[in-house]
């Protein structure tokens, strides 16, 4: 739909009797799942650590004589290494005549008698809901498909660092263009395990063809036997929405701002949004602008970034087929 970019008025901005709809995505699961804008972590610094390192040398057993324990060996120590993420800036305006916000009873397109849905009865609170909604929009789009970039000066942008661009340094799988498998999904969960992720509160998001493809690769368990009985027998079809894995057991959740390739698999226990305040006004707030005249001028402001821990603990499998198969219809 047309996006009105100039100062709202009566004549660019029509009210419409009738029930509002958007067939945007408006539901943004993983930012749900990790406090949404209202709960998170906070900063006083753009840049905010997201993990601290060491490791520990391979395992080994040791082989150490009586003469050699006599003499002590060379110290070695564990170092540790830094690595961080940026928060960036969210701002939207908004600007409405009074005239706008005072005809609320002046409508476009049918009227008719008793036709459902109340107009917009408050324009103010309709754009502020409505930027609010793009905001969480972004950010949802951000933690998933942020490229990391660190401002250099007040003319750069900070931009966060997403989770798949996080796995391609981390636990990741190239598909090649092949359709999702049970073999795909096997190998990934194995590399993570065998790259030290904790397994802590695991959750795999999905775009939708991917998540048909899930569906029908686990349905064909149940296909001859006696383990899967429909509730009611007028019912068909089957939703995973849990793995069992021999690592672990995984939500699954689909998500319309994953790519139409790619499977993320996420430790969402190690996962939260980082605010930073503006003294005296807050994390995301509303403020009045300056006033020249008979409108009213607001901006929406916050700077959000994600907070993700090291690479290790989630997972990717990126360049999946997105058409031309049946999802899953090769697994077994």
Known sequence: MTQV???????????Y?????????MQT???????GLSGGRMTSNFEFPTA??????????????????????????????????VVQIHQEII?????????????????????????????????????????????????????FKRAASSNEANK??????????????????????????????????????????????????????????????F????????SQRQVGGLNITELET?????????DRFMPADSVLIADVAHLAPVFQAVPGKGVLFEEELAKTGAADKIQLYGQIGLAHGPAFLHASITGLATGGVNAGSEQV
Request: aromatic share 8%; proline share 5%.
């Open 5 to 15: 970019s100039e100062m709202g008025t009566v004549w660019n901005l029509p009210n």
């Open 17 to 25: 009797a009738g029930e509002l709809f958007s067939a945007d995505a």
């Open 29 to 35: 699961p993983l930012l749900a799942m990790i406090g």
């Open 52 to 85: 601290v390192l060491f490791d520990y040398p391979e395992a080994a057993q040791p082989e150490i004589s009586e003469s050699a324990a006599a003499v002590a060996p060379e110290a070695v120590m564990a170092a540790r290494s830094q690595e961080s993420n």
């Open 95 to 147: 600007n409405l005549t009074y005239a706008k916000q005072s005809n609320v009873g002046r409508m476009q397109g049918l009227n008719t008698a008793g036709l459902e849905g109340d107009p917009v009865a408050d324009e103010r609170a309709f754009q502020v809901q409505h930027k609010l909604i793009k905001i969480a929009r972004d950010v949802e789009h951000s933690f998933i498909n942020g490229q």
């Open 160 to 221: 966060t660092r997403g989770l798949l661009e996080l796995c391609r340094g981390g636990t990741t799988l190239d598909a090649k263009g092949a359709p999702l498998s049970k073999a795909m999904l096997q190998q990934i969960f194995r590399e993570m395990a065998d790259n030290g992720a904790y397994f802590s509160n695991m959750v795999m998001f999905l775009p939708a063809y991917q998540k048909q493809a899930l569906s029908e690769i686990y349905a064909s368990q």
């Open 223 to 230: 296909n001859g036997t006696p383990v899967y009985t429909p």
């Open 246 to 254: 021999d690592f672990c057991r995984l939500g699954v959740c689909w």
